[in-house]
């Protein structure tokens, strides 16, 4: 039976923490991350959890450590944001590269400089290319969803990689929302213990987590690595499909928001998400063939599929809250656009920035996109390639 509730979305999170009950969970604060290790922390002095809470002197430390006890055989996490995800940068990769499936609870908010504590997405984007599986979530609902399947997914043998949730600072991680719960029992069953073929305190089977790799080694190992990413989509969707029979919630890649018929086409991450479903909603009553295509996994990127649900529209905006400095557009901008070519899916399309350290992103925004691109298709107006939305003159 579910269980209703009223939760931000650290709460959640922090809640579907104490479900699961990792072993091991190594935390530094930073804003607007601080609350979820706060929480768990209080969970475990009441009692409630029993996992081993580390304080440490750094996210770098944090990092490290949790490398260490999921190499030991321990379900270990920790949570960033922001410049602590930047400074655990050498051990992201470590993480991955030595296939450990720890997660990690990202809230996202700018990288500096200048100094900001408000929400984009450039610290994930940053870390695009660590090795990471990558899920974002709208709200808090699907923070707390995507928590509890990230285990099933990192700790499959098919995959052994390490994830990443993903929701935005402020706008999700501190505003309450209606919530649906799942019972502790539930969590419980659908997560499972971790049963790690390979660890380091295995006295039985010693092995070497680490090791120096020589040329004639090293580049298999990171197809090997590649590989599994790839395999990780199907995992991601079979592991869904489980959590839809326990939840009544079915996630997929993307999600597809009345896009049947759409003529135009915004697609976008993150709780902005929402505000473009509400400009779909009223533009539709309007009569115009709108939709939204909202990704949630970002890592492994579903190219083909993006393309795939992309192909039977006049023209696409793609929006970052990120900004790549590459003088062309967004992370996004540049996948979406590379997927659509490569599956010679020849729509137009428009990249857009937006919400940069927390930048307000309103309805008459979104519906201003829309505009831009009925009239580029049906006008042949001329429409800036790589712009930002609501930028003061």
Known sequence: MAIKERMSGNEAVAFAIRQVNPDVMPAFPITPSTEIPQMVSTYIANGEIDTEFIPV???????????????????????????????MWEELLLAASNRLPCALTLVNRTLSGPININCDHSDGMGARDTGWIQIYAENNQEAYDNFIQAYPIAEDPRVHLPIMICQDGFITSHAVENIELLE????????????????????GKPVSVGPYSVSNYAMEAKKNQEDALERSS????????????????????????????????????????????????????????????????FRPFPAKEIAQALKGCKAVAVLDRCESYNGNGGPLGSEVTAALFREKVMIEAVNYIYGLAGRDFTVSDATGVFQELEDMVEQGKEVEQYQYIRLRK
């Open 234 to 297: 199907e995992v991601i969707l079979e592991v869904a499909k489980k959590f839809a029979a326990v939840s009544g919630r079915e996630y997929g890649l993307f999600e597809e928001y009345r896009t049947e018929d759409a003529d135009y086409i915004i697609l976008i991450m993150g709780s902005a998400a929402g505000t473009a479903k509400e400009a779909v909603d009223e533009l539709r009553e309007q009569g115009k063939k709108v939709g939204v295509l909202k990704l949630r996994v």
């Open 184 to 203: 502790d029992e539930i969590v419980k069953d659908f997560v499972g213990e971790y049963q790690p073929e390979e660890f380091l305190l295995n006295p």
């Open 57 to 87: 002197e750094s996210e770098h430390s944090s990092m490290s450590a949790v490398i260490g006890a999921e190499a030991a055989g321990a379900r270990s996490l920790t949570a960033t944001s922001s410049a602590g995800l930047a400074l």
